[in-house]
């Protein structure tokens, strides 16, 4: 085999951010927009990527170089998944493998914007990982590809708890902890989510950092929160479970409530979060590092109708999102 296909669904999360770079869990959900990587092994020893939807196109170097020099950034994270791959091998491993390997071929499409904040350089990071491992022969269990993925999140942009990479491998609903160290699958059949699109593009790594000088500043504060944010997680984790929802629509507007505390609410997403609420939500609440992206809203069917037109005439846009889908998956190979 010289050619895969592979694609790995992007992420909602459902409960925890910010408490979660800091050793508390969290709830986060696989959603149906997927990332599709095709990955290629080549006679020639360079490596190449094309990923237009970040606009990187016939970017190329030679495999010796990979990870050196200046990485254009919508190429980071697929290149240093290529280096972290092949240099994690056992010595015997990578010689057996070279023996195969000229050089790879990359290439990305994503079912989604990049600017949805769905996770789209984590799921690519895990298709390439989980792709070579395939095509190489290497078996990795899904914990492995974790770390491996992890690793790369951190080597390009240093923070993250890694929960985007967990639902990009596993899929379905998770109960996870910083850095994997629990991955959980709560085993539930679908979540009656709205989902609204602020059209605001954050940076989710400054975003960490403003909490993270506030947490330095007040940490008896801010200490607090977490916990109690934790104490929703797991109680939103029973509650899941027993599709509790107007329970889970309360904990999810006590969620937003310590997020706002933290200072990553934002007007616009606030406007269209409590107009989704007063349209009849039983709970609503920004989901990810907070001022854009997206926030999700728990409905009742009868109020989806009226829910989806308060979130836009509050300036949101309603997007149509499974959750709850599988993980990384092999879609086709020569
Ligand atoms: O902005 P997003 O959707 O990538 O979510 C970030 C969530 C944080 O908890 C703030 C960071 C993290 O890596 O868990």
Known sequence: MKKITVSAPGKLMLFGEHAVVYDRPCIVTAVGQRMRATVELTDQPMFQLNAPDVKVLNYQKPMSDLGKGDIPKGAKFVEIAVKNFLTNQSTSEVKKMQLHLGGVRVTTKSEFSSEFGFGSSSASTVCTIFALSKLLGKKLSQKQIFDLSYKTVLDVQGKGSGFDIAAAIFGGTLYFVTGGKVIKP??????????????????????????????????????????????????????????????????????????????????????????????????????????????????PPSKAKAIKKAITQAGGKVLDVKTNVEGVRVESRV
């Open 186 to 299: 709560l085993k539930i059949n679908s979540l009656p989510l709205i989902i609204g699109y602020s059209g605001i593009k954050v940076d989710t790594v400054s975003l960490i950092d403003e909490v993270k000088e506030k947490r330095e500043k007040y940490p008896f504060l801010i200490e607090n929160i977490y916990d109690q944010i934790q104490k929703i997680v797991e109680q939103a984790k029973i509650t899941i479970l027993n599709k509790d929802w107007v329970s889970l629509g309360e904990l999810m507007n006590v969620n937003e409530g310590y997020l706002s505390t933290l200072g990553v609410e934002g007007k616009k997403l606030a406007d269209m979060i409590y107009s989704a609420r007063e349209a009849g939500a039983y709970g609503a609440k920004l989901s990810g590092a907070g001022i854009g992206d997206c926030m999700i809203s728990l409905a």
